[in-house]
């Protein structure tokens, strides 16, 4: 089983739309937990970390769920510029990269 | 700026030449790691350094070697690159291991013939 898996999507999605996936993790010691974004095999960028209690940054909402060990990004109001892949990483001492959800919004 | 660099950026070479790709980062950074990216695999440690002359292998360290001579170089070497190695890889820092935000480079494309 893999550290980390990812619905690898695409997820495709209207402008405005709201969009939600998952992200599952094997090692329930993991520590932290982040959502980094991709564009177009470009170097991934953090997007926002995930803490316990779920939280928000503007239109992109994380949660965490320990008991059923999964991670989640909502994005709401989707732009064409979230068009990217999604990237959920774990930490357990180390990093473990999911292989990515890609998401395109179109006009 | 604050920046990770890598260089080169595309590469295209022959099974059995030795091969460099330098990474440098200007921030100070502790901790520093090389990752390699193939489709539906996800991004793969392969080497990382906690500090200098600190280093340790990650998940996939086969034919590759490194060093950590200064804080701030950290190069990816294969001394006997095979078409199996042709990959996306990135170099990566952060302040040190752990919770910290990695930053990357912007990438290097190999293709191994």
């Known amino acids: 089983r893999k550290e980390v898996e990812q619905d690898p999507g695409p997820f495709n999605v209207p402008e405005g739309a709201t969009v939600a996936f998952n992200c599952t993790y094997s090692?329930?010691?993991?520590?932290?937990f982040f959502w980094y974004r991709q564009d177009c095999r470009k170097e991934p960028k953090l997007l926002m970390s995930?803490?316990?209690s779920g939280n928000e940054d503007g239109r992109f909402t994380a949660q965490l769920n320990r008991a059923s060990q999964y991670i989640s990004l909502l994005i709401r109001d989707s732009k064409l510029s979230d068009s990217a892949t999604y990237l959920c990483v774990v930490n357990d001492y180390k990093l473990s990269f999911g292989a990515g959800t890609t998401v395109t919004v179109r006009a | 700026e604050a920046q990770v660099t890598q260089n080169p950026r595309y590469l295209i070479t022959v099974t059995g030449k030795k091969l460099t790709v330098t990474c440098s980062q200007n921030m100070n950074h502790e901790y520093m790691s090389w990752y390699r990216q193939d489709p539906g695999l996800g991004l793969r440690q392969i080497y990382y350094?906690?500090?200098?002359?600190?280093?340790d292998k990650g998940d996939v360290p086969e034919g590759y070697k490194v060093s950590r001579k200064e804080k701030r170089n950290f190069p990816l070497i294969l001394e006997s690159p095979s078409p199996n190695q042709t990959s996306l890889y990135f170099c990566?820092?952060?302040?040190?291991?752990?919770?910290?935000?990695?930053?990357f480079g912007p990438g290097t494309r190999l293709l191994v013939l």
């Open positions: 990566a820092s952060s302040l040190s291991a752990g919770i910290e935000t990695q930053y």
């Open positions: 350094s906690m500090n200098v002359e600190v280093t």
């Open positions: 090692n329930s010691a993991s520590q932290s």
């Open positions: 995930v803490y316990s």
